[in-house]
């Protein structure tokens, strides 16, 4: 048996040939993983996407109660795995997924959100760390969730111009454009969460002292603000 220190890197290495069994120790106990082996496990698990509960065609609508808990679930995820290979540097609301009611598939799990993550190995201009636009996705799903409309949907990022390839400068203008009219939807707290993510310095490449003020200026800049947000929404009972 192997002993293996970082769960997401041996995924990332993982190829369906090996056969060895890993151990992973903490201080509590620890766990022995084995691969499932070449039996075709197929996951008929039934998923919606982010981007596709945002999208005008969608036939869910959000609640403003559930749009604040997804945004404070991501913001949270982001301060604790951004530094890990679950978060690229250009993940967006396609990557986040939530699993249908097994019992009722028209009812989707909204508390439970997960991260698809391609661990294949992709070429390196894919998701380069000097190209790291997840910061700024971070603010712009916050902004959709905020209002409950995906950003390509808006007048707004529609009066620039579209292509066959996404344009994430533009999709960045178009939601500093509409950011400011944050503050009267949702309060100064939520607006100043999302623009400090579109404006913000992504936390990757950063010395570890550096990326430990990064970390707490996101916890106090962004994680807090909108816990707050949900919290006072959820206490009025609205």
């Not at 986040?96 to 190995?121: E, G, M, T, V």
């Amino acid at each position: 048996m192997i002993d293996i220190s970082n769960l997401c890197d041996t995924i990332a290495a993982y190829r369906s040939n090996l056969e060895h069994r890993s151990c992973l120790r903490d201080e509590q106990g620890r766990f022995a993983l084995s691969p499932l082996g070449s039996q075709g496990v197929t996951d008929i698990r039934d998923t919606v996407s982010l981007e596709t509960l945002l999208c005008k065609e969608s036939k869910i609508t959000l609640t403003r109660r559930q749009r604040y808990l997804i945004s404070l679930t991501l913001a949270s995820s982001h301060l604790q795995l951004h530094s890990t290979p679950w978060i690229s540097s250009q993940w967006s609301k396609k990557d986040i997924l939530f699993l249908r009611d097994s019992k009722n598939p028209n009812k989707i799990l909204l508390d439970q959100p997960y991260i698809s993550r391609n661990f294949a190995p992709t070429p390196a201009t894919s998701d380069n760390p000097k190209d790291d636009r997840s910061l700024s996705n971070l603010g712009i799903m916050l902004l959709e969730l905020c209002f409950g409309t995906a950003l390509e949907d808006h007048e707004i990022r529609q009066k620039y111009p579209t292509g066959s390839t996404p344009n994430p400068f533009l999709d960045i203008a178009a939601a500093l454009e509409w950011s400011p009219r944050v503050v009267e939807e949702a309060g100064p707290e939520f607006a100043d969460a999302i623009m400090w993510c579109l404006r913000g310095v992504p936390g990757s490449g950063e010395s570890d002292g550096k990326l430990e003020k990064w970390r707490e200026e996101l916890f106090l800049k962004v994680v807090e603000p909108l816990k707050y947000c949900y919290d006072q929404f959820s206490a009025v009972g609205r």
